[in-house]
Nanobody, 118 residues
Framework: QVQLVESGGGLVQPGGSLTLSCAASRSIFSFYTMGWYRQGPGKQRELVAEFTTGGSTDYADSVKGRFTISRDSAENTVYLQMNSLKLEDTAVYYC????????????WGQGTQVTVSS
């Protein structure tokens, strides 16, 4: 079992910045992937950014150049730095991990609301 606790959401004006944090209950190096998804109003949940195997990163085209994913292994935490926020970035942001040992499993955090509004 893996617990994921997100924090850092809130209300921000267009062009502003926010940093989300996700603290995991065990070593982040035990995860096959670790990252962030989001679900906007009336939309499907979509990948925002994640660390894949070998430490590579994958970003949604819509956030490339604006968002940066990073991690702190000592704190078992992954971060999402969001700059130049747009109205369309409004969503609930979820932390997500995949594990493959001893068997495949997928875990989600509870979600944190990010609202971009003037």
């Amino acid at each position: 079992q893996v617990q994921l606790v997100e924090s850092g959401g809130g209300l921000v004006q267009p062009g502003g910045s926010l940093t989300l944090s996700c603290a995991a209950s065990r070593s982040i190096f035990s995860f096959y992937t670790m990252g962030w998804y989001r679900q906007g109003p009336g939309k499907q949940r979509e990948l925002v950014a994640e660390f894949t195997t070998g430490g590579s990163t994958d970003y949604a085209d819509s956030v490339k150049g604006r968002f940066t994913i990073s991690r702190d292994s000592a704190e078992n935490t992954v971060y999402l730095q969001m700059n130049s926020l747009k109205l369309e970035d409004t969503a609930v942001y979820y932390c997500h991990v995949r594990v493959i040992a001893p068997r495949y499993n997928s875990y989600w955090g509870q979600g944190t609301q990010v609202t971009v509004s003037s």
